[in-house]
C-alpha cells in the first residue's frame, strides 16, 4: 500500500513559477517510478513528468526545458519545479507512483492539486 499527498499547487501570473510536492508513505521502497500527470477541463489526462528508480526520466515536448522533476528526502518524495508557466499549464496535477511485482502491478494516485496560470 503505498499513499501519495500533493501540495504546492496555486495561482501564478504567466511566466512566473510553482514547485509542486508529492510525498509518498507506506511501502516506497516497491516504487519503481513516480511522475506527474495533468488534467484540465475537456482534455484527457497526459503525462507531465517522470522518473523511474533507475534515474530515467522523461518530459512532455510542452514542457521539456521549463519543467524540472527530481527526487528528495531519500527518494521519499519526488518535486515538479514549474518555471514559465503558460496559461496552457492551467490544470489539475496528479501525482503518480508505480509499482511492478513479479506476477502483478500497481499504481497510486494522488488526489490532485490544482495550477491555475493567468495571463
Known amino acids: 500500500q503505498v499513499q501519495l499527498v500533493e501540495s504546492g499547487g496555486g495561482l501564478v501570473q504567466a511566466g512566473g513559477s510553482l514547485r509542486l510536492s508529492c510525498a509518498a508513505s507506506?511501502?516506497?521502497?516497491?516504487?519503481?517510478?513516480m511522475g506527474w500527470y495533468r488534467q484540465a477541463p475537456g482534455k484527457q489526462r497526459e503525462l507531465v513528468a517522470e522518473?523511474?528508480?533507475?534515474?530515467?526520466?522523461n518530459y512532455a515536448d510542452s514542457v521539456k526545458g521549463r519543467f524540472t522533476i527530481s527526487r528528495d528526502n531519500g527518494e521519499a518524495t519526488v518535486l515538479l519545479q514549474m518555471n514559465s508557466l503558460e496559461p496552457e499549464d492551467t490544470a489539475v496535477y496528479y501525482c503518480?507512483?508505480?509499482?511492478?511485482?513479479?506476477?502483478?502491478?500497481?499504481?497510486?494516485w494522488g488526489q490532485g492539486t490544482q495550477v491555475t496560470v493567468s495571463s
Open positions: 522518473i523511474t528508480s533507475d534515474d530515467d526520466i
Open positions: 503518480h507512483a508505480y509499482e511492478l511485482g513479479h506476477v502483478e502491478e500497481w499504481h497510486y
Open positions: 507506506g511501502n516506497i521502497f516497491s516504487i519503481n517510478a
